[in-house]
């Protein structure tokens, strides 16, 4: 019993830093969810053979000012 204290110990201090990358990735996701199909879409895109969002740079730029 004495040989889980350490695993237990270590896994219960990892449980906040799982909710924090858990909330990163939701947050993160919601970008993109909102570039791909919310309001915010017009000029973005998808492209399936590198697999990423893909716009042309007066969309970029538009977007991040």
Not at 8 to 26: A, F, G, I, N, V
Not at 27 to 44: C, E, Q, T
Not at 51 to 60: F, L, M, T
């Amino acid at each position: 019993m004495l040989c889980w204290l350490p695993i237990w110990s270590t896994c219960t201090m990892l449980e906040p830093l799982m909710q924090l990358e858990r909330r990163t990735l939701k947050r993160d996701w919601a970008i993109v969810y909102d570039m791909l199909i919310g309001k915010d879409n017009s000029g973005f895109g998808w492209d399936e053979r590198r697999q990423r969002i893909i716009a042309e740079d007066a969309v970029w730029n538009s977007y991040i000012s």
